[in-house]
């Protein structure tokens, strides 16, 4: 039946086979393939927080992304937006972390990275069914990977050509269009920054690859068949911009929603109920039977308010938490699953279900962001960031005219998986070369940071310099495992009281020691980019005005670029520098990308687990939570 805000047009009871509480990335596949499977499908009920999807210009642009958590009425409407706990190791700051609340759930706002793991990642959970040759064909399904160009010979084994969602490089700054055999679309312009950042960062020694996505890579930048600036080598070798979420022929944002979901909604089998917030499960004994919702008054605010009413609605068989990382924990415990002694002093009623896991082990990938000035002539995303009205028009024609132009682009086009050297290691000290042995050194697939550069800046900081500058990219560097663990934990049975929220960030010396690292690798990259003039000195670490690291800015008129980038030798940074850089990221980094996973950990009940290898609950029937 068609997707529905309103529970009076539900047939009563509400008794369906199967309740999917979160219409989230997880959700909407499991209710799309469940839906349209034979013979003899389950009735499905999905209860989605947050509003439908389709045809909405902040979801379907990827060139919305980064603009939607900026624009408050887009941030309100689209996310719920939790605060951590004030944090002592980040100067007192408290976190702020969105987390979608729309169809589609991540997958409907995020910023599109076609961004894998590691083999080793699924190895190292040691489940069956959850290895990383057992996973491969899973990942190869959802997909139709697109990339003649940059790839012209994908690897069969590893990526997947028939799936609902395609990968490709939408376009603005982003790489030339797919060329079928029709030629949709036209060659799109090639991202200078792509090509400069890429072209430095193999001048400072980082190996190249064709395939950064292939579950086998821990350090590199991807390659093209294209040629581009300062790199040459026997078989010239260019940038192959970060492959997207972004259909190739549409340069619309692929989703879970529009994929999977939409596409069988006319089925009688499949109910979707939106802007309804799922607070507990309703269990019988040791079984889930359905679970309890409400209907928000006013659906756009970050958290609802007043309950316009209470429903239930029955499960035959099966209910399955969708909910997300920060919202399925407090799901659960609401539902007097967890530990006994929170329970109880939240005012949770008896009985309980004891599981200590749930809301514990809290993880996110730690990040920085941090802008540098560049050339006004290099081509960025930063006129389309500002609204310039003639580049949002000539956005809106190549939309219109054939799915392409700088709509299509989320101005991220480049990156690279990097791994410290022996001579790295071995200066970040006796701490990080004990972390190094034993969770990376023997691990060669698994990347210590994630870098890249964004083609404009990122957050509203920009806009507040009283001298901003013409022209801006923002580098970024994220740490892949992080060693600081956080957690979430409700206070009130009542759903609408905000969590105990204790962030995951820096609180472990161990994932200092890296970002600090990488803010440097980061660096000194940029800054062997032909259009480089320098940093942003308020929105970096506070060196010393003697120090060698300083913050420089250049004229936009550089004489000798190449002789310059040619001989620049690696920024010296003392121990005071170090410290700085940690003050500066302790203090006033965003510190996230809101990746948070972990808080209904799929390991063994007396390890701390919550579900099992089938993603069932521990000790109970008919409960799984997915999507974690």
């Known amino acids: 039946m068609p997707i529905s ?66 624009t408050p009425e887009n941030a309100h409407r689209l996310f719920t937006v939790y605060e951590t706990e004030p944090d002592e190791g980040l100067g007192g700051r408290k976190i702020l972390v969105p987390c979608a609340k729309v169809l589609g759930g991540g997958g409907s706002v995020n910023w599109m990275m076609y961004a894998r ?66 030629n949709i679309n036209p060659p799109r312009t090639q991202s200078t920054v792509a090509e400069e950042f890429l072209g430095a960062a193999m001048k400072k020694g980082y190996p190249a690859v064709a395939d950064l996505q292939n579950l086998k890579t821990g350090t590199a930048f991807a390659t093209s068949t294209l040629p581009f600036w300062g790199f040459v080598k026997t078989n010239p070798e260019g940038p192959q911009h970060w492959a997207k979420w972004i259909n190739p022929y549409t340069g619309q944002r692929q989703d879970s929603a529009t994929a999977y979901l939409h596409p069988n909604v006319t089925r009688p089998n499949l109910t979707v109920l939106c802007n309804q917030t799922v607070t507990r ?86 990040a920085l962001f941090t802008p540098f000035r560049v050339k006004k002539s290099l081509q960025t995303h930063e006129d389309y960031i500002r609204g310039d ?8 024609r190549d939309m219109a005219l054939n799915g392409s132009g700088k709509h299509t682009s989320n101005a991220t086009d480049c990156g690279g998986r990097v791994r410290p050297t022996a001579e790295e290691v071995e200066r970040m000290g006796e701490l990080w070369k004990k972390i190094w042995r034993e969770r990376y050194e023997h691990r060669h697939d698994k990347p210590v940071l994630l870098i890249c550069p964004f083609a404009g800046s990122v957050f509203p900081p920009m806009t507040s310099l009283p001298h901003w500058p013409d022209n801006i990219i923002t580098g970024s560097a994220y740490l892949q495992y992080p060693l600081s663990r956080g957690s979430i934990h409700i206070v009130s049975s009542d759903w609408n009281k905000p969590p105990k929220f204790i962030g995951p960030y820096l609180r472990d010396e161990g994932d ?78 965003q510190m996230t990308i809101w990746h948070s996973i972990g808080t209904c950990s799929m390991k063994p009940r007396e390890k701390g687990g919550v579900v099992d290898g089938k993603l069932n609950v521990h000790g109970l029937k008919g409960l799984k939570v997915a999507g974690e």
Request: hydrophobic share 35%.
């Open 5 to 70: 805000s309103n529970v009076a047009d539900l047939p009563h009871p509400l008794e369906y086979d199967i309740i999917i509480a979160g219409g989230g990335a997880a959700g909407c596949v499991l209710a799309g393939r469940l839906a349209s499977s034979t013979p003899n499908p389950p009735s499905i009920l999905v209860i989605e927080r947050g509003t439908d999807n389709p045809n909405d210009p902040q979801i379907r642009l990827p060139a919305q992304a980064t603009l939607n958590l900026t």
């Open 117 to 182: 793991g590691s083999k080793s990642d699924y190895d190292d959970w040691n489940t069956e069914g959850w290895y990383g040759d057992e996973v491969i064909p899973l990942l190869q399904k959802s997909e139709t990977y697109t990339n003649p160009v940059h790839d012209p010979n994908p690897d069969p084994s590893t990526h997947g050509f028939s799936g609902p969602m395609h990968v490709s490089y939408g376009g603005g700054c982003g790489a030339p269009a797919v060329q079928s055999e029709v």
């Open 281 to 366: 499960v309703l269990l019988t004994g040791d079984t889930a039977t359905g679970v309890e919702f409400v209907t928000s008054l006013d659906p756009t605010t970050a958290l609802s308010t007043t309950p316009q009413a209470v429903y239930t609605a029955t499960a035959r068989k099966l209910v399955v938490l969708t909910s997300g990382n920060l919202s399925s924990p407090q799901i659960l415990q609401r539902s007097g699953i967890g530990e006994p002694a929170r329970l109880n002093a939240a005012g949770v009623s008896p009985p309980f279900h004891p599981l200590p896991g749930v809301g514990e082990n809290l993880q996110d990938h730690t």
């Open 389 to 396: 009205p003639l580049v949002r028009k000539e956005a809106d």
């Open 512 to 589: 200092v020691l890296p970002m600090v690292w990488g803010y440097k690798v980061l660096r000194e990259i940029i800054r062997r980019m032909p259009s480089y003039l320098g940093e942003i000195a308020e929105l970096h670490p506070p060196f010393s005005l003697t120090s060698n690291a300083k913050s420089v800015m250049y004229p936009d008129i550089r004489d000798g670029v190449d002789t310059e980038i040619k001989h620049m030798e690696d920024i010296h940074y003392t121990a005071d520098d170090d410290k700085a850089i940690e003050t500066w990221l302790r203090e006033k980094m």
